[in-house]
């Protein structure tokens, strides 16, 4: 090596110095950018709201608050890293039922139930259960009767143990029968109930409804009606449960309290603009905020209810 | 020619050694949690399926390379011999090179990286810092400034930052 | 025709404002970049800059990302010219013929015909979707599972046919890309596989680390070894010789070359057929395009034993079918609103971001913004075809760096690439493990190609097998009851048919003239 060493080590050193000024001058939380990160790829609803949360929490906290999307692993790859980061609240993440709930039940993951503090719960996705047009039934009830009449129904959904696919079983349960197999779908969309490929289908975004003539719904997955698809009932009204797939704000389990409450009070400052209000109408889905406590609840209910589902299932 | 055939025959013999062994330990290499009656629908169907494939044509070739069945190697092998120390130790830097980027950062990681990996494959002159300042500075420009690509903050920077 | 000036002449009102143009401008000199840069694809380009378009017009936002993805689509031929790693990993076919053009002088002569291929097969998907996307939309919609299923064996198969006569090791080589394709959370109920408990595996093996590892990494180590053993000399010389046939080596655009592509007017309609027809299928249509466009030319062609050694044509069937695939793969996303893969959703994310849903209603109710796509994506096109052509000099002057300064960077590069798809240092390390394990495969005559295209095809198969069998109830009939399916197979049959026919033949003719040289398929 030609490069005299010491020569690295004032490169280090002057990195280090850097740092160690900022750190010095440690005083209130934030000083640095804060880093989301989303286990989903960008450009669904969930993704687009909360890059739009972020503008305004940036210009709230005073740093840039950056979504960075870590996908993979069903969502398992970015929750380990939001729960593995360093609780310092530069590290945030988003978190669906699937890695915050059924990947944990299921013991697919090295965190547990309480290693993610949830900020809150604040959206709903729009999800729809979908037929094709001309079936000969047009609610989960005359479903339940058409499959005990002998005929054979398809679900598709994304995989089997998925949680669109644990609600509609779910549903089908409460309603009285079951499906006669379940295929896995990616994407799912109206066009496998074309090719036959499925009778019914956990439609991600109700969207697809309004440019398919050739497919209805039969049930929303969410509490509250679908703006753009008025008339289909939800599950909550149907089964008097709640049951939807939300997507939340979490930290690490061990963020000091007072860095904890900045971060929230951001966060929910930023879901009241209008802005993002109006992107849910727009998109169907439904925006709120669960505080911490309530979504931690949800989240246990979740695990016993869907733990249920899956032994039912694989067994 | 004679040892490249019987390499080949170790590499692919030991693949296919390996794949047997994934195949008939595939209880323990997949989680089976669900109790699927249809074949089809078992998790290890299509693996087994592949691993079959491997297995079975492995050992294909390894008869193959016993008999001596002359195959051709593509151009730039044919041109060129095996330089295995020179060619392992830039592997081997490779593996210090991801590993200390976590340390010092990308661009100081790289620029290390660059310049020791120029001096292993002979260019020792001071065209070697200069490459390698340049090399790394526009990769930094593309990839950390154009593209927005996010890399952990210096390990030890911060550690000292810490100490202080 | 009336349509399609209609069409144009809209477009372009909508197509005429500052900022659309500089988008457009933008992302096809971006694409072009990334493309060209081994492991970096159009889909890390496309998540990084996918938030920012969300705040400009949809048509402006979808220039830019469009930009980026043809772009990409031409530039990944450059590297797979000149070093022999595709930029992009569907531009590995164009290596079969590319790199050993370039090895033999032609360096200018391969991109320019490489180019040109690339510009005709763009221009025509163009077209054919302004004309065509209902017809072609429709089509689409008759492929489920087990169109599907069958589609991508006829896919492994084509792999196996081009396979220059190494079967037995391309059937290897396929084994093991199969089979790392099923590594991570997998089956139907998405439980892990072989990830040895660790979360690093959960996500499965990536596909770019494995590319970076197996071509950059492995071209890499090659490089720099042959530079050493001083091959490089009569190397380096082979490469500065003229070649009479392209006349004036540094005029500024290689006229010869885009003629050259003009004395196959079969191959290149042909190609660009395949590319805008199997194009629409998402997943397997830009891998299977390019390979039964290769694998056609190559039979119609006189000369079929000089495919894969530098044939100009070969490189012309892969490169017009990659790119005639740019425009097709837009039909099942703007036509029936449903992506087909991980960059089409997030184009799709486009339009949602702005309350427009793609799908059959679009083009009814926003025209200007479908034919706005159109008329940005012609000039994208021309415009990615003209910067190509006027840097062809400066790009192959790539063919000139030492080796080892070349080596050097790639390897660099191979870190950077594999890092930045997930972020992650787990990545880097696959493609150092694949890096290894491409370098003894190269070394010990092994073909790489097969395992990149089965960790492709890989997912497809699997998943569209077990939906098909579950559909059945496990029955095998369901792929000669449906018509669509049935077609795929009786042409497989027919295939092997001709196969086996002409392979005994040959045995025979052998068997006479004890020739003994076995010509590869």
Not at chain 1, 75 to 83: E, H, L, M, P, Q
Not at chain 1, 154 to 183: D, W
Not at chain 3, 504 to 511: G, L, S
Request: with cysteine; glycine share 8%; aromatic share 10%.
């Amino acid at each position: 090596m030609k490069l005299p060493k010491f020569g690295v080590k004032a490169a280090v050193m002057t990195v280090a110095t850097c740092f160690g000024f900022s750190a010095a001058a440690m005083a209130e939380f934030p000083e640095r950018p804060i880093q989301i990160i989303n286990p989903w790829a960008p450009g669904d609803s969930a993704d687009i709201v909360m890059r739009k949360a972020a503008e305004y929490m940036s210009e709230d906290l005073g740093v840039p608050v950056k979504v960075i999307n870590r996908t993979g692993g069903g969502g398992i790859i970015g929750a380990t890293a939001i729960a593995t980061a360093r609780p310092d609240g530069y590290t945030l993440g988003l978190l669906t039922p699937g890695p915050a709930v059924t990947q944990v039940v299921m013991g697919n993951t090295t965190y547990g139930l309480d290693d993610l503090k949830p900020v809150g719960i604040f959206w709903d996705s729009p999800f729809v259960l979908a037929v094709r047009s001309d079936e000969p039934f047009s609610s989960m009830k005359e479903l339940g009767d058409y499959v005990n009449a002998g005929n054979t129904v398809t679900l598709g959904s994304y995989a089997q143990l998925a949680v669109p696919s644990l609600l509609a079983n779910i549903a089908a349960e409460k309603t009285g029968f079951g499906y006669t197999r379940i295929i896995g779908l990616d994407p799912v969309s109206t066009l496998s109930l074309g090719t036959g490929d499925a009778d019914i289908v956990t439609l991600p975004d109700a969207r697809a409804l309004l440019q398919d003539e050739s497919a209805r719904g039969l049930l929303t997955l969410t509490n509250e009606r679908i703006s753009t698809l008025p008339d289909i009932p939800t599950f909550k009204e149907v089964y008097g449960e709640e049951a939807s797939l939300w997507t939340g704000l979490f930290t690490p389990r061990d963020v000091p309290q007072e860095v904890f409450d900045v971060v929230s009070k951001a966060f929910q400052k930023a879901l009241e603009q209008d802005e993002i209000q109006e992107y849910a109408k727009s998109t169907g889905a439904y925006a709120y905020f669960l505080d911490s406590e309530g979504s931690s609840k949800r989240i246990h209910n979740e695990a016993e209810r869907f733990k249920g589902m899956i032994d039912k299932l694989t067994n | 020619m004679v040892q490249i055939h019987s390499l080949r025959a170790v590499f692919t013999g030991f693949i296919s050694l390996v794949a047997c062994l994934l195949m008939f330990n595939s209880d323990k290499v997949v989680s089976l949690q669900s109790t699927e009656t249809d074949l089809y629908r078992s998790p290890v169907f299509f693996p087994t399926l592949a691993l079959a494939i491997i297995a079975v044509t492995g050992i294909a070739l390894v008869i193959q390379a016993f008999k001596k069945v002359p195959f051709m190697l593509d151009m730039d092998c044919e041109d060129s011999s095996p330089k295995l120390f020179i060619s392992a130790s830039l592997l081997f830097l490779f593996l210090f090179y991801s590993l200390s980027s976590n340390w010092i950062g990308y661009l100081f990681s790289t620029l290390l990286f660059l310049m020791t990996a120029f001096f292993l494959s002979g260019i020792r002159s001071k065209v070697n810092i200069v490459l390698s300042a340049l090399i790394s500075l526009s990769l930094y420009a593309i990839f950390v400034w154009l593209l927005d690509i996010w890399f952990p903050k210096p390990w030890l920077a911060s550690l000292l930052a810490n100490s202080n | 025709m009336d349509i399609l000036l209609n069409n144009l002449m809209s477009g372009i009102s909508e197509i005429a404002h500052l900022n659309v143009i500089l988008c457009l401008l933008a992302g096809s000199t971006l694409g072009v970049v990334i493309g060209a840069i081994p492991g970096l694809g159009p889909a890390v380009a496309i998540a990084v800059l996918l938030p920012a378009t969300f705040s400009m017009t949809p048509l402006a936002g979808l220039s830019l990302l469009l930009g980026i993805y043809c772009g990409a689509w031409y530039s990944g031929s450059i590297p797979a010219i000149l070093i022999n790693t595709p930029g992009t990993p569907v531009a590995v076919l164009s290596t079969y013929d590319g790199y050993p053009m370039a090895r033999q002088g032609l360096a200018k002569r391969a991109l320019g015909i490489a180019f040109t291929s690339s510009f005709i097969g763009g221009m025509l998907s163009v077209l054919v979707l302004i004309l065509l996307a209902g017809v072609l939309a429709g089509f689409a919609k008759n492929f489920g599972a087990a169109e599907f299923t069958m589609l991508t064996l006829f896919g492994i198969m084509l792999v196996i046919i081009s396979s220059r006569g190494k079967v037995l090791a391309t059937s290897f080589m396929l084994g093991i890309g199969l089979f790392l394709s099923t590594v991570g959370l997998g089956g139907a109920t998405g439980m892990p596989r072989y990830t040895f408990g660790t979360t690093a595996l959960l996500n499965g093996i990536p596909l770019v680390p494995v590319v970076l590892g197996i071509f950059a990494i492995a071209q890499a180590l090659i490089l720099i070894e042959s530079s050493l053993t001083g091959a490089a000399t009569q190397d380096t010389a082979a490469r500065k010789k003229d070649d009479p046939s392209i006349g004036n080596q540094d005029a500024g655009v290689n006229w010869q070359s885009i003629k050259a592509v003009f004395e196959y007017p079969r191959t290149l309609l042909r190609s660009a057929g395949f590319g805008v027809g199997i194009g629409v299928l998402p997943g397997v249509g830009e891998f299977l395009a390019q390979f039964m466009s290769y694998v056609t030319a190559k039979r119609a062609s006189r000369s079929p034993e000089t495919f894969g050694k530098g044939n100009p044509e070969g490189l012309i069937a892969s490169e017009t079918a990659n790119n005639a695939v740019t425009g097709a793969a837009l039909v099942p996303l703007l036509a029936l609103g449903i992506p087909g893969e991980a960059l089409t959703a997030m184009m799709m994310s486009v339009f949602m971001v702005h309350n427009v849903f793609p799908g059959p209603r679009l083009f009814e109710q926003s025209p200007e913004l479908v034919n706005g796509i159109y008329v940005s994506m012609l000039l994208m096109n021309i415009f990615i075809f003209v910067l190509l052509l006027s840097l062809t000099r400066w790009c192959s002057l790539v063919t000139r760096i030492n080796p080892k300064v070349l080596g050097v960077t790639i390897l660099a590069l191979a870190f950077v690439g594999a890092y930045s798809v997930n972020l992650s240092l787990v990545d880097v390390w696959l493609a150092l493990g694949f890096g290894v394990f491409g370098y003894l495969a190269r070394r010990l005559g092994l073909p790489v190609f097969p395992l990149i295209l089965a960790m492709v095809l890989g997912p497809i198969i699997e998943t569209r097998l077990r939906q098909s069998l579950t559909i059945s109830d496990g029955s095998l009939w369901i792929f000669v009851e449906r018509p669509i399916s049935l077609a795929v197979v009786s042409i497989m049959a027919l295939i092997l048919i001709f196969i086996a026919s002409s392979a005994i033949r040959r045995k025979c003719a052998r068997k006479k003239d004890e020739a003994g040289i076995m010509k590869p398929l």
